[in-house]
């Protein structure tokens, strides 16, 4: 028996080939579809409680329709919250992250008020109730300046960039429309508001690449 001191030779009969790369999916290529979606459903169910049951629902029934689209809408308005935080929408900084944890909880106690409306359990006459019942329009506005923080901060690309602030100043758009031209106008634009704002933004939001 001998020992040789010379490699094997290569063996010719086999090829290395590189693993194939993973197909994109939908989910890696729009990582936040769902939650865009839910901001669009949320603002439509809204918009249609508006239509069937006004902006101040007289009968039980109607406060219940009212209470749930609503609530839906602020859950959406939740998951957008929560896309903006993933992609530093507002910026870096601590104050940008801060902001949208203010943010936050206001809008779960607003949540809070709206399940306590539906409920018939709220009175709005006890302070407590009415703290609660102001973290509503208070979101909103802070919606608002968040908007305007997006399209500063520029980490979103395009018409997202603006698109938030359109979306988000329909507190500042209805409000003073219920109050200038009364509530026969507000009861158009209110809706109207929220399908050329928030549901079109969901959209965008569902439809944005991974990196822009």
Known sequence: ?????????????????????????????????????????????????MVLFDLDPSSRTGVIGY??????????????????????????????????IVETVLLTFAIGSTAADGLGISDLSQPGWALLDACWPFSMFGMF?????????GKWQGVRRFW???????????????????????????????LVGYATLGVLVATKPAQR
């Open 164 to 194: 938030p602030l359109v979306a988000e100043s329909w507190a500042v758009v209805t409000i003073p429309t219920l109050i200038v031209f009364g509530p026969a106008i507000a009861q158009v634009v209110a809706p109207l508001h929220l």
């Open 145 to 153: 300046l968040i908007g305007i923080r997006i399209a500063i901060a």
């Open 1 to 49: 028996m001998t020992i040789s001191q010379q490699p094997a030779p290569a063996r010719s009969d086999l090829t290395l080939t590189a693993p194939a790369p993973a197909e994109a999916t939908a989910d890696s290529r729009h990582p936040f579809r769902r939650q865009g979606y839910l901001l669009t459903a949320g603002a439509v169910t809204w918009a249609a409680a």
């Open 67 to 100: 209470a749930f689209g609503s609530g839906f809408f602020q859950v959406g308005v939740l998951a957008l919250l929560w896309v903006l935080w993933q992609t530093n929408a507002l910026g870096n900084g601590r104050i940008a992250k801060a902001a949208l």
